[in-house]
């Protein structure tokens, strides 16, 4: 049968005012979370946000009171916890500036309870893990960077990375397992710069999963976000599928 | 037309005035006329009719009107004076008659132009209107699709986890059903005019590493096998990756829906020409040549497939109008040894080199 991520001690806030999407919430996050506190609309939810300092919270768009975009810039300015945003397709300019506006990562409705489940419990580990820095090793799918020796292993064997490789890598590994933007890649990578260097993103990104990937075909280092961006890590979508 | 008619009028003149020349009839008289018939002619033939006309007349009023008659001499200095005064005047007021003309008839263009143009400024407005309006529809529609979708297949999992049998049907039914709402919603989407597609830089192996990975999980999804040389430098294209997502992920659907439970459908990417084509062929039942086409019409569905295959009938259609909104094709053959090969086209870069330094 499914098996359900460890439970965690964590709390999590979720920002919906369907009624039915929080009963579906609460019913999917039951045995991953311990507890799940509820926000029909955008004061409610930035209240509840300074008093109960939820661990993880999930914001689904078209409240009645405040943009979903809004919002979570005024819950970034009080909490670094998590946010997930619960979607529909169609609209990935939405997710993209959600993103951008410090969201975490998405979940499309209607969405799949395990894979739901999955992503929830890896933010909030990714939350409670220190942030490898600039100093540590970042490890993926038997990928191995080091960043201040600036070596990069795949299985043991050294791989050799172009410099606009080891920006792309570092900028995806400050925080593994979120998902950068195509815009945020372009400004860790190319701050400096304007023009052409930028639109070759993509296929620099292809060069690097070649020397990083066992299998180029099922990528489990450098996972595309469709029409979003990238992010590091084991691939988070239907895990337990 | 108009020089016989002006040139009729000024010999019917010239006749009348002749007669009447005896009586008291100064030269005034004569010269106005002639100038009169002078301008009629410049109104309706230009400058050409106008300052012919305007000789023509100094002549007539030379001869047949100026002491001496009927004869090219000048009795008096005042009568050269006038003579060339008519002409100079003639001549003038044609040129400025035309030009007077010209200006009206560039003042009407312009003006006509600009109701055109203004007319054409309110409908695009109104069509952006109208795109903004679909825009929010088609968000709310599918909101409100997605909501109930959402809250049953949660709940029918729960359940479904516990054991229940019945739940597992539920969940599966959710899926198609869902399927079916983003399909009509594409459609909806396609059909609604002027579709934006991002034209970027992609790579072949990016877009299929995604497909794949949207793949996983639907029923099947093992029997995908890919073919890529990544020895060979990678294939880069000029596409939309969202949209050239959902068409590869549309006909990955279609072949596991009719190919049978154990065969395996290929996914390829080669370039060919200008263009980077990506292929998806299984060993299904295949069409008849004659439906080759068919296959992309909407609701398409061969007489022998069997009922029990549960597709939304608009895939295929969907692949094919997004394709073709970004520039690219694609078309449907038959895969020898049995089955089928559907192709997508999309533009290939125009670099065949995208080699950085370490």
Redesign the interface.
């Known amino acids: 049968?499914?098996m359900h991520p460890t439970r965690t001690d964590a709390t999590v806030l979720v920002i919906d005012d369907?009624p039915?999407?929080r009963?579906?919430?609460h019913?999917?996050l039951?045995s991953t979370v311990a507890r799940v506190l509820d926000a029909a609309d955008a004061r409610s939810a930035l209240a509840t946000v300074k008093a109960q300092t939820p661990d993880l919270i999930i914001l689904d768009l078209?409240l009645p009171d405040q943009s979903g975009l809004d919002l979570c810039r005024a819950i970034r300015a009080h909490s670094l916890a998590p946010i997930v945003v619960l979607t529909?397709?169609?609209?990935?300019s939405d997710k993209v500036s959600l993103l951008n506006a410090g969201a975490d990562d998405y979940v499309t409705?209607?969405?799949?309870?395990?894979?739901f489940a999955a992503r929830v419990a890896a933010q909030i580990r990714r939350a409670r893990t220190a942030r490898p820095g600039t100093s540590g090793t970042v490890e993926a799918d038997g990928m191995s960077v080091n960043f201040t020796a600036r070596r990069a292993h795949r299985d043991g064997n050294p791989v050799?990375?172009?410099?606009?490789e080891w920006a792309i890598l570092r900028a995806l590994t400050a925080d593994p397992g979120r998902v950068y933007t195509h815009q945020q890649l372009f400004d860790a990578v190319w701050a400096r710069e304007f023009g052409d260097a930028r639109?070759?993103l993509?296929?620099?990104?292809?060069?690097l999963?070649?020397k990083v990937e066992r299998d180029?075909?099922?990528?489990r280092v450098i996972?595309?976000e469709?029409?979003v961006g990238y992010r590091f890590g084991i691939?988070l979508?239907?895990e337990t599928? | 037309m108009s020089v016989v008619l002006w040139y009729g009028l000024l010999i019917l003149a010239t006749v009348v005035m002749h007669v009447a020349r005896d009586t008291q009839q100064s030269q005034a008289h004569v010269v106005l006329v002639y100038l009169l018939v002078v301008l009629g002619g410049s109104v309706s033939g230009g400058r050409p009719l106008g300052f012919t006309l305007a000789a023509a007349a100094t002549i007539l009023v030379s001869y047949y009107f100026q002491y001496p008659f009927d004869e090219f001499s000048l009795g008096k200095p005042i009568d050269a004076i006038v003579l060339s005064a008519f002409f100079a005047t003639s001549g003038t007021t044609t040129y400025l008659l035309v030009r007077a003309q010209e200006e009206a008839s560039q003042a009407r263009a312009h003006a006509e132009e600009i109701e055109r143009l203004s007319n054409e400024a309110g409908h695009a407005a109104g069509l952006r209107e109208a795109a903004r309006f679909k825009d929010i529809l088609?968000?709310s529609v599918?909101?409100d699709l997605?909501?109930?979708?959402?809250?049953?297949?949660?709940?029918a999992?729960?359940a479904a986890?516990a054991?229940d049998a019945n739940s597992a049907i539920i969940v599966a039914q959710?899926e198609r059903l869902?399927k079916m709402v983003?399909h009509l919603?594409d459609m909806s989407?396609l059909n609604a005019g002027a579709f934006p597609v991002t034209i970027?830089?992609?790579?072949a192996?990016?877009l299929?590493?995604?497909a794949?990975?949207?793949m996983?999980?639907t029923k099947g999804a093992e029997r995908i096998r890919?073919d890529?040389d990544?020895s060979a430098p990678?294939l880069?294209g000029m596409f939309d990756?969202?949209e050239s997502?959902r068409i590869l992920t549309n006909l990955l659907d279609n072949s596991l829906l009719y190919a049978p439970g154990n065969t395996p459908v290929e996914l390829s990417a080669t370039r060919v020409g200008d263009w980077l084509q990506f292929s998806v062929a299984d060993r299904g039942p295949g069409v008849p040549t004659a439906d080759a086409e068919r296959v992309f019409e909407p609701f398409y569905r061969h007489i022998s497939t069997s009922s029990t295959v549960h597709g939304t009938g608009l895939g295929l259609a969907i692949a094919r109008s997004l394709a073709e909104a970004q520039g690219g094709q694609i078309t449907y053959s038959a895969r020898e040894g049995g089955g089928s090969v559907l192709a997508v086209r999309l533009r290939a870069a125009r670099e065949s080199s995208?080699q950085?330094?370490?």
């Open positions: 049968m499914v369907e039915e999407i009963h579906a919430v019913s999917a039951r078209g529909a397709r169609h609209i990935e409705k209607p969405f799949s309870t395990s894979e050799r990375l172009t410099p606009i639109q070759y993509r296929v620099h990104i292809t060069n999963r070649r180029p075909t099922h990528p996972i595309t469709p029409g691939p979508t239907q599928a | 088609l968000a599918s909101h997605r909501t109930p979708l959402t809250s049953i297949k949660a709940l999992q729960d986890d054991g959710t869902s983003a919603l989407r970027e830089l992609n790579t192996e990016d299929v590493g995604a794949v990975l949207e996983k999980g890919v890529i990544y990678m880069v990756f969202v997502l995208f950085f330094e370490e």
